[in-house]
């Protein structure tokens, strides 16, 4: 049997696209239904299943003791810049707080993903290029494992406009209301996803060379450390 990894708010799944290629079994939890999402999956809130968990009780005939590792990519809409912008921060909850103590009682590997300016702690970045995507995309990772971060390659060129095809010259901008969905969801590598919102906020996987099969070894040496 392969690892279980639990992917709360997983939206559409790109982390779990990219663990189960590393070799986990991914289920995935959010609180809006996920009709791309590609493995088994319950709309339920991460919070209620983790204070399930930690209970003792069973959740869909799951317990603890089934959860090898577990991701978290709690909403980041309060923490990107446009919010601040219009100062609208404020109107969205965070997560990050109550996810991080939960996963912490658990006594299992997580991470926590999220964007530039959330409240993550000692956390690495990833980056589209660093797997030679066509994609600048900052995404910043919290773990109570050791994880190591890829080398950043520099920025060559720019980012195109968001919503446009880039020129040969230009990095994709994929975010908000962008067009151009099917060019935008191969860009990133995730072509099963379909809602412009969910590629707007999804994390490419970069199959094969994804980064999850990156952290993949320390995970499993964790995982079979606390069996």
């Not at 991914?26 to 999402?37: F, H, L, T």
């Not at 005939?61 to 577990?70: E, I, M, N, S, W």
């Not at 996810?99 to 993903?113: C, F, N, Q, V």
Request: glycine residues 8%; proline residues 7%; positive net charge.
């Amino acid at each position: 049997m392969k690892p279980l990894l639990l992917d709360l708010c997983c939206c559409a799944g790109g982390c779990s696209f990219g663990y189960v290629s590393a070799g986990f079994r991914a289920v995935g939890v959010d609180v809006e239904p996920q009709p791309d999402y590609l493995y088994e999956f319950y709309q339920d809130d991460a919070l209620v299943v983790l204070d399930t968990l930690l209970a003792g009780c069973f959740w869909h005939g799951y317990t603890l003791a089934d959860v090898a590792a577990f991701h978290a990519s709690p909403t980041c809409k309060g923490f990107r810049f446009a919010a601040h912008f219009h100062h609208s921060h404020a109107r969205h909850v965070n997560l990050i707080p109550a996810l991080r103590a939960r996963l912490s009682a658990t006594g299992k590997p997580y991470i926590i993903e999220n964007v530039a300016g959330a409240p993550l702690r000692k956390s690495l970045m990833l980056c589209g290029v660093m797997f030679g995507l066509n994609v600048v995309r900052h995404r910043y990772f919290e773990s109570n494992v050791l994880l190591s971060q890829p080398v950043h390659p520099r920025h060559t060129k720019r980012a195109g406009k968001p919503g446009a095809i880039p020129a040969p010259d230009q990095y994709w901008c994929i975010g908000g209301h962008f067009g151009h969905k099917e060019e935008a969801a191969r860009a990133m590598a995730v072509s099963w996803m379909t809602r412009r919102d969910d590629i707007a906020q999804a994390i490419p996987p970069r199959i094969p060379n994804t980064w999850a099969v990156n952290c993949s070894p320390v995970l499993f040496s964790q995982c079979s450390s606390r069996k």
